[in-house]
């Protein structure tokens, strides 16, 4: 039990992301070997309410990550220069403090029904108690950067159950970025309101890649897009530091000339 109230590792907490999404096929091959169908192991049959609480999840862990990106991606815009050192606590933030992770964790307890409610119950509960160790580490690592600030924003606002819970689902306007950024969770819960209705999760492979294929692009336009303004940037201190070379050696020349 002690392992739960440790902080998570250097590795843990880089590979945060892609443990959630290795798990699928874990819990696939997982669910194939213990109990045997006559199903292929990444194309389960379920639906009914299996199917219908799967997609309830899904739906509502992508829309609480969207609202979070969201708010947060709009809160860096309008205080760019603040972003750094103040805690986002409105919003999103100001129901729990990991809306993110939340969402995660709804969206992939939804992905475990598919196999069954155990095998869902010990899926999700894996993975909160994964991500309770990589919250840990990051709030050390708050606490060393805000100090009392974070401490006093830890006790207004609960890590995990929110007691305003209408902050994560209304207030925001949905970013482009945020959209696209959270592509793999969107084609997850697509996925699965498709598999509901067609009986197996087959539906899933074809629209989580389509989801993770668009994140991927867009975050190589925005790399791109980064790279062109950091190549304008030094172009223009160049050029201005060329024209302040010039106007100094001009000015030089006439006090010389003044001189003589």
Same mark, same amino acid.
């Given at each position: 039990?002690?392992?739960?109230?440790?902080?998570?590792?250097?590795?843990?907490?880089?590979?945060?992301?892609?443990?959630?999404?290795?798990?699928?096929?874990?819990?696939?091959?997982?669910?194939?070997?213990?109990?045997?169908?006559?199903?292929?192991?990444?194309?389960?049959?379920?639906?009914?309410?299996?199917?219908?609480?799967?997609?309830?999840?899904?739906?509502?862990?992508?829309?609480?990550?969207?609202?979070?990106?969201?708010?947060?991606?709009?809160?860096?815009?309008?205080?760019?220069?603040?972003?750094?050192?103040?805690?986002?606590?409105?919003?999103?933030?100001?129901?729990?403090?990991?809306?993110?992770? $939340?969402?995660?964790? =709804?969206?992939?307890?939804?992905?475990?029904?598919?196999? +069954?409610? !155990?095998? /869902? #119950?010990?899926?999700?509960?894996?993975?909160?108690?994964?991500?309770?160790?990589?919250?840990?580490?990051?709030?050390?690592?708050?606490?060393?950067?805000?100090?009392?600030?974070?401490?006093?924003?830890?006790?207004?606002?609960?890590?995990?159950?929110?007691?305003?819970?209408?902050?994560?689902?209304?207030?925001?306007?949905?970013?482009?970025?945020?959209?696209?950024?959270?592509?793999?969770?969107?084609?997850?819960?697509?996925?699965?309101?498709?598999?509901? $209705?067609?009986?197996? =999760?087959?539906?899933?492979?074809?629209?989580?890649?389509? +989801?993770? !294929?668009? /994140? #991927?692009?867009?975050?190589?336009?925005?790399?791109?897009?980064?790279?062109?303004?950091?190549?304008?940037?030094?172009?223009?201190?160049?050029?201005?530091?060329?024209?302040?070379?010039?106007?100094?050696?001009?000015?030089?020349?006439?006090?010389?000339?003044?001189?003589?």
């Amino acid at each position: 039990m002690r392992f739960l109230f440790q902080p998570a590792t250097s590795i843990e907490y880089r590979c945060r992301a892609a443990l959630l999404f290795v798990s699928q096929p874990a819990l696939a091959v997982l669910c194939a070997v213990a109990l045997p169908s006559d199903s292929p192991w990444y194309a389960p049959t379920f639906g009914g309410v299996a199917a219908l609480v799967a997609a309830t999840l899904a739906i509502l862990g992508t829309w609480i990550r969207i609202q979070a990106a969201s708010y947060f991606s709009s809160v860096k815009v309008a205080q760019p220069d603040a972003i750094a050192d103040t805690i986002v606590s409105t919003g999103p933030f100001g129901a729990v403090r990991n809306p993110l992770y $939340l969402g995660s964790l =709804l969206e992939f307890a939804g992905y475990g029904c598919s196999f +069954g409610w !155990l095998p /869902a #119950a010990i899926y999700a509960a894996l993975h909160t108690a994964r991500y309770h160790r990589v919250i840990l580490r990051e709030e050390d690592l708050f606490r060393e950067s805000w100090g009392t600030a974070f401490t006093d924003y830890c006790q207004r606002v609960p890590r995990w159950i929110p007691d305003r819970p209408w902050q994560l689902l209304f207030g925001c306007r949905w970013t482009t970025e945020a959209v696209l950024g959270n592509g793999p969770f969107i084609g997850l819960a697509a996925g699965l309101v498709w598999s509901g $209705l067609a009986g197996n =999760l087959l539906p899933v492979i074809p629209c989580e890649a389509a +989801g993770f !294929l668009i /994140a #991927a692009l867009h975050f190589l336009w925005r790399s791109h897009l980064a790279g062109r303004s950091a190549s304008e940037q030094r172009t223009r201190q160049t050029v201005a530091r060329e024209t302040s070379t010039n106007s100094t050696a001009v000015a030089m020349t006439s006090t010389r000339q003044s001189a003589r």
